[in-house]
């Protein structure tokens, strides 16, 4: 088939070259126009730009998907399919009617659940123990197309949102191609998704990703794992931000002390900090503090020389 590839972030790269590589031919691949990165805010390509140059393939930047221009283009292509993966813009009525057989997106969940744009992130930030990826035909509500396929994967315990993707952008790039493969074949009937076990996933907001000491321990533990590594979790301490890009549940026998522990108050020892919830404690793993490096924690507590009773949290 003639597809034109959608996508633009580092997950969407492993089914851009799985698309590649397949019986089917990729006539174009669009992507997000450059964007500001780094502390330059130099303009930078999209991961799914620079594959796409290195693999020969002619690359669409529109502004808007709605362009007359990027829909006249998009027309002269004439793609029978076009495969999705994370892209980041809307898909207007316009463009769904062009490709003979659709727009056909490989989202990171189990639809119905957690339709939206961080899936992973609210998975593990909910404590779901299995999540997949699914395909389906984009209509023009959100997430909610008749479903072509779908895969799963175990969330393992101590798995970041970065973990759970990058299996996830792998194994999904195989489920992808196979739908294709279906679709050119006519085996495939699309299913209308179930009305019941719908969950939304919207994008995590920096204040989404602030830590609630008072919660219970295993709730900050997924929501730090849920943010790691973008946005990234986060408390206050001494008045200055304080990045928690890993942290476990202490176990009992790793507490110097049985005393309780109050939310958020650091209890530092040579080798560990941990901090009070409203359950156990947690133990922290990396921490980055305002204009430093990641670092471990207990090398942030011997260089921040903690006081007995601090807090994080306070502000």
């Known amino acids: 088939m003639r597809v034109v590839f959608a996508g633009t972030p580092e997950a969407a790269v492993p089914s851009l070259d799985a698309v590649a590589a397949s019986s089917h ?10 964007a500001p990165s780094g502390r330059g805010r130099r303009l930078e390509p999209s991961p799914v730009r620079r594959r ?5 393939v002619p690359v669409l930047t529109p502004a808007r998907v709605k362009d007359p221009d990027f829909l006249a283009t998009l027309r002269g292509l004439a793609p029978d ?12 009525a316009d463009a769904l009617t062009i490709p003979r057989l659709g727009w056909v997106n ?7 659940a957690w339709r939206g744009a961080a899936p992973v992130q609210r998975a593990l930030m909910a404590g779901d123990e299995v999540t997949g990826a699914t395909t389906f035909v984009i209509e023009r509500g959100l997430d909610t197309g008749p479903v072509l396929g779908v895969m799963t994967e175990t969330i393992r315990p101590t798995d970041t949102a970065g973990d759970l993707l990058g299996r996830l952008s792998v194994a999904g790039a195989g489920l992808l ?6 679709l050119e074949a006519g085996e495939l009937v699309a299913q209308p998704q179930p009305s019941d076990g719908v969950s939304l996933a919207p994008k995590i907001e920096v204040d989404d990703a602030r830590i ?11 929501l730090v794992r849920g943010c790691t590594p973008a946005p990234g979790a986060w408390t206050t301490f001494r008045g200055e931000r304080l990045k928690v890009s890993a942290l476990s549940v202490a176990a009992v026998d790793d507490l110097p002390t049985r005393e309780p522990l ?9 080798q560990a900090v941990f901090v009070g919830t409203g359950t156990v404690p947690v133990r922290l793993g990396q921490v980055q ?10 090398d942030w507590a011997r260089g921040t020389r903690i006081d007995a009773g601090e807090r994080v949290g306070d502000e």
């Open 177 to 182: 191609v196979a739908t294709l493969d279906g």
């Open 25 to 34: 031919e990729i006539v174009a691949v669009v992507t997000r126009p450059d």
């Open 52 to 56: 796409a140059e290195e693999l020969g």
């Open 81 to 92: 399919a076009c495969p999705v993966v994370a892209y980041g813009n809307l898909i207007p």
């Open 289 to 298: 503090a305002h204009g430093k490096k990641l670092m471990a924690a207990a």
């Open 106 to 112: 490989l989202h990171f969940s189990l639809l119905p």
């Open 262 to 270: 109050a939310p958020g108050v650091l209890l530092v020892t040579k």
């Open 212 to 222: 609630a000491w008072q919660r219970p321990a295993l709730a900050i533990d997924r």
